[in-house]
């Protein structure tokens, strides 16, 4: 996950750099909600798991169970650093490149963490400024962790049934899954599932 992003004429770029320690939903739960009681498919399923997940972590635009995500600035601050993929845990470090060319960590008393709507927004505190910055790529770079919590039980039920639905279309129709096609259609209860949880700022 990542990539090069534009947001308000601001370059930034989001990358995962810890995965999550397991997937919401496990194995032999996503097995006997399909009825399969052999081991054939347990590669298969596994995967499918993955995918389902990746899917309702897409169209909410969330992050289910905790990783650590970066996030780099480009150029100029801007008003406000949006941190994508919610709910935010922490933020672990934000580093700048100053002026000279040298990177420097900003003070946790420079800045203040707004998790009242999502995404959470890091802003200047009062009577802060954001510090001189080199307008080159990559020159601001934040570390956070989001998700709902690191144990699968941690997850929205409503998000944790929707993995499960897909899981069962996804299985029931092989070729798609293997062939790597866009997945077209879905399950006719997913959508009221995952959308009082979709995240509408985009980026």
Request: hydrophobic share 35%; with cysteine.
């Amino acid at each position: 996950m990542g990539g090069q992003l534009n947001h308000s004429h601001q370059s930034f770029g989001l990358k995962q750099t810890t995965p999550p320690a397991i997937e919401p939903v496990t194995l032999q739960e996503a097995k006997l909600n399909l009825r399969v009681d052999f081991n054939e498919d347990d590669s298969l399923i596994t995967n499918i798991i993955a995918e389902a997940r990746a899917y309702v972590e897409q169209v909410t635009r969330r992050q289910l169970i905790t990783a650590t995500w970066t996030l780099y600035h480009s150029f100029r601050w801007p008003p406000e650093i949006i941190l994508p993929r919610p709910p935010l845990v922490s933020v672990t470090s934000i580093k700048y490149t100053d002026g000279s060319g040298v990177t420097q960590p900003l003070e946790e008393s420079e800045y203040k963490v707004t998790t009242a709507n999502e995404p959470a927004v890091v802003r200047p505190t009062y009577q802060h400024y954001w510090p001189e910055l080199l307008p080159e790529l990559d020159s601001i770079c934040v570390e956070y962790q989001a998700g709902y919590g690191a144990a699968a039980s941690s997850v929205p039920r409503p998000l944790y049934r929707a993995i499960h639905l897909m899981i069962a279309h996804l299985y029931d129709r092989r070729e798609p899954t293997i062939s790597g096609t866009i997945i077209n259609t879905v399950p006719m209860a997913f959508e009221s599932l995952v959308s009082p949880f979709i995240v509408r700022w985009s980026w």
